[in-house]
């Protein structure tokens, strides 16, 4: 275990060697992820507007990157549960009533899961030359 450790720290340790010599690459890292956080603070902000919410998005804005970095624990596929759990939690403590959360948190997911459907249907929609070769074996 200990070993394990100690090479995920070299590996971090690494990577920010790497960083620290070409901050162009975070800074690009960083202007990608501005437009995707942007989106999903409006998205969860219109979510909670459309159950009759009114937080303030300052507000939504703090726990929304929260509740998707809760989503990246290795736990569960796509953070299913995950995601929803966090989200009533963060927005109950922010004044939310539990049921109210909820339903956030499963419109959430609904919508989340009908826009990769749609993005499934076009990409199974494209000629199978444009695809990426499936490996045989």
Known sequence: LAGS????VAGVALAVGVYRRR??????????????????ILFQYLILGALGVSLPLAE?????????????????????GLVEGAFVLFFVQAGVAPEVA??????????????????GLIWLQRAPAARPARAEG
């Open 23 to 40: 901050p162009e690459v975070l800074l690009g890292a960083l202007a990608l992820s501005l437009p995707f956080y942007g989106i999903l």
């Open 102 to 119: 909820l339903a956030g948190a499963l419109l959430r997911r609904i919508l989340s899961v009908a826009v990769s459907l749609v993005g």
């Open 60 to 80: 939504v804005a703090l726990i929304a990157p929260l509740v998707q970095l809760v989503g990246l624990l290795p736990l569960a596929p796509n953070g299913l």
């Open 5 to 8: 450790v100690m090479a995920l």
